[in-house]
Structures are given as C-alpha cells and as structure tokens.
C-alpha cells in the first residue's frame, strides 16, 4: 500500500519528502489556509493521520496485507500557527509495540498508538497527535 496513493491524499497533494527527517509533506499552497492565512487545522490533521499510516506501513513492511487498519481515534494539540510547507514525522508510543504485538498474536486484533508531529518550514512545531490504530488480522479462512 502507498499512502500517498489513497484518493483523499493524493486529492489535497500529500506526499513523501525528500528530508530524511520527516515522512510525509503538504506543499505550501493557498488551498490550505484559514480565515488568519495560517495552513488550515484540517491540512495538518489529514497529514498527522497519513504520517501515523505511512509509520504502521514502515513497521510491518513484510505483511501489511495481512493486517486490515482502521483509524480509531485521533487526538490533537495544536501549538503554534503553521505557514508554509508542513511536515509529519511519526514515532511508537514506548513499549507499544511489545504490547501489540502479544495482543495482535493472542486475539488476532490490538491497538496501537502512533505519536505524531507536525513542523512548518520554519521547523516550528505546529501540531502534535497521539492517532490510536485499532489492527485486525485478515482472516485466512475460506470464504463459502
């Protein structure tokens, strides 16, 4: 799967960057902004959601077709006004992984929760989420 390749976020522009420090990337673009000329909370929640995504792809990269993901929740602080171009950078919670993946291998489903920043091209800190991922193992029965 290729997250940049999902329709709503290839629709509003997100993609790969190029700065090994970050994920994900929204260009700057008068799209993007809010009644202050500030980029919209709504850009940068859809970018935090997609850097907590691209992070899971990265982590399970030998079978995430074996594993169906789904949002469940996604909270956020927004701490400074963002301008120009926004970056996503995604990290476990501590010991997350552990846990999910004794959970995920017991009852075939679990939780994990990603933590995200968001930086403007000032590497100004704009945004952070914690983007709490509920994972299902594909069932490999038959279908009759």
Known sequence: MNVT?????????IKR???????LELDESPDYLNHLGNVHAGAQLS???????????????DSPDRLIPVVRRLESKFKKPANGKIYAKASAVPNAMAIF???LGRKGRALINVEVTIEDSNHVITMTALVEWFIQKVNDSPVV
Not at 5 to 13: A, D, H, R, S, V
Not at 47 to 61: I, Q, T
Request: proline content about 3%.
């Open 47 to 61: 970018l935090a959601e997609a850097a907590s995504g691209e992070y899971l792809l990265k982590l399970f990269n």
């Open 101 to 103: 993946k004794d959970e």
């Open 17 to 23: 960057t190029k700065n090994s420090e970050y994920l």
């Open 5 to 13: 390749e999902l329709p709503y976020n290839k629709f509003i522009g």
